[in-house]
Structure formats: C-alpha cells, structure tokens
C-alpha cells in the first residue's frame, strides 16, 4: 500500500457508528473491516466499550468507533458507563452513522437521535438488516418517515450482515473526511490490545451460550497473558455477582465452561495468528455490575 502522507491528497476522520442496543453496530464494525474486532451476540448490550477499527486505503484512513448500544432504563453502575461511552462518541467526530433496525423505531432510537440532533457534523442513516425484511415494499415509506425527523446526509438500507450496501456507504463517507495526515500506523487495524480481545471473545461466548438474563451478570478478567514461542498463555477470570450463577456456568461435570473455553481459544486463534493456551475460572464477586470501584478495576474506565 502506496499511502499519499501529502496532506492535500491525504483524508482522514473519526466516524462514530450509533444507535440502540441490538441493531448490528459492531456486525457493521467488522464487516467493513473484513475481521472480527467488536464481538457480537443477538443481545442487547453485547458491546460494553468504545472499540476503534482503523481502515486505510491508499488516500484514506478512516477510523470508525463502536459504541455501546445507547439505552434508556437499567440503573446499575455499567448501565450508566455504556450509556457515558455512547454519548461521548458522538462529540469530536467528523462523520456520524446512525443504525436503525430495518422498520423499526422505538422509544431508544429517538434517544439516540436527541442525542445526534446537538451535533452539527454530517449524519448517514443507515437501516440496518434489509436482507431480513419479507416485504420490501414497506421500506420506501419507513425511509419517507424518517426523512421527517432529521436532516440526514444521506439515508441507506444495508445488511452488515451480507455485506449489501456497506462498500458505497464508506465511499460516501470517504468524500466528507477532512484532508490529514492518518492517525494510526496502516497496518493498526484497532485500538485495544489483544489482552482486551482475549477477555471479550470469552465474554463473547458467555453471551451466546448461556440464558437470556445471566450474561448480564458477567464480565472477564484477564490475569495472566505471556507470549512464549508465539504461543499464548492466557488466564481469564469470569466473575459473576452470585453463587448459583457460576454453577450454571461450569455446567454440569465442568461441559460448559470447557466448551466455552474452546469456543474463544478457537477465535483467538484465529485472531492473534498463533496458538493460543486458555484457562478459564469462575469466581464470584457480588455487585460488580453497580459498583464503580469495582467496575474500574475490571477496565471499565471512561476514555
């Protein structure tokens, strides 16, 4: 890659990519950068951090940044830090790209737009997961109720998923980048280290493997990571708030976790380009999710 580092030819930006919990922001994340960096689950709240992905191209870099789902309800202590993460990913961007759930609007896409509406800078609206919509003929008059709401850039149906529509979304947003030098190296494709990967494919796997209620109730600590040989050595905690929650995480004669743990050493794998040793425990530490302290020492931290 021939990058044109002369300010003139050279554009980069922030983009913020938001909206409620559960409509595909992070599915995007990774779709336009062709590799897994945000973890996703057909749950709300999946993301829980702000995570950057970094696309470069010969005359571009664009640096995309996956919020958490903003959301209303849910008093607790993280609830407030995900909520904290979004909303300040919308400030200090050049571009904003709001994610809709195919025709769909709720109560929290109209929160998310609140928020959108005190920024001034160009806003793409994106509706989201079209591949799953039965009746297409209902799309063209959601998009008309939506033009009434806001001013927006532009207004494009995609499906993260697939990949439909998402190439000629990053041309339009590549137009409205300022001309820069890039921010990152080109070959950075994220901000977070692979220690921080490693805890959120784990966290991955809790999600889509256990009850509907239960991955709310844990996070993961990694204690230990060492490379030796290009081998990975890793040591991750599961914390969660009550006794009876890690029973049902170990499973029974210790399946689940073993699988779990199988599941993530497998993407790490993938991930990290080497082999990777994974042992995972599970451990109660009881309030964790409302209690400040207690979440900063787990990395929950405001950028």
């Not at 571009?95 to 005190?118: A, C, N, S, Y």
């Not at 979304?169 to 994220?190: H, R, S």
């Not at 280290?193 to 796997?205: L, T, W």
């Not at 493997?209 to 050595?233: A, G, M």
Request: one cysteine or more; charged letters at 25%; aromatic letters at 6%.
């Amino acid at each position: 890659m021939n990058i044109q580092t002369h300010e003139h030819d050279f554009h980069c930006g922030y983009v913020a990519i938001v909206g409620r919990p559960n409509v595909g922001k992070s599915t995007l994340l990774n779709c336009i950068l062709g590799q897994k960096i945000s973890i996703t689950a057909n749950r709300p709240q999946t993301t829980r951090h702000r995570i950057l992905g970094v696309k470069t191209t010969d005359d571009c870099q664009a640096v995309y940044v996956d919020t958490p789902g903003l959301h209303l309800g849910g008093k607790k202590a993280i609830n407030r830090f995900m909520n904290r993460a979004a909303s300040g990913s919308i400030t200090d961007v050049d571009v904003i790209i709001f994610v809709l759930d195919r025709t769909q609007w709720t109560d929290e896409d109209t929160h998310v737009l609140e928020k959108i509406k005190q920024v001034t800078v160009p806003v793409f609206l994106v509706v989201n997961k079209v591949d799953g919509l039965k009746e297409k003929d209902v799309l063209l008059p959601h998009l008309g109720m939506l033009a009434e709401k806001h001013t927006f850039t532009q207004m494009m149906p995609i499906s993260a998923q697939t990949g439909e529509g998402v190439s000629q979304l990053e041309a339009a947003i590549e137009k409205l980048l300022p001309a820069a030098p890039p921010f990152f190296p080109e070959d950075q494709v994220t901000d977070r280290s692979e220690r921080f990967m490693a805890s959120e494919f784990v966290r991955e796997k809790l999600v889509r493997s256990l009850s509907q209620e239960l991955p709310y109730s844990t996070t993961v600590e990694i204690e230990k990571f060492s490379v030796e040989n290009n081998v990975r050595h890793i040591h991750a905690i599961i914390w969660v708030e009550r006794d009876g929650q890690k029973g049902i995480i170990i499973g029974k004669k210790g399946q689940q976790l073993k699988r779990i743990g199988e599941l993530a050493r497998k993407d790490m794998e993938r991930a990290f380009d080497g082999k990777v040793f994974l042992q995972l425990w599970v451990k109660v530490r009881s309030g964790w999710a409302d209690d400040e302290r207690a979440l900063r020492s787990l990395g929950y931290q405001d950028d």
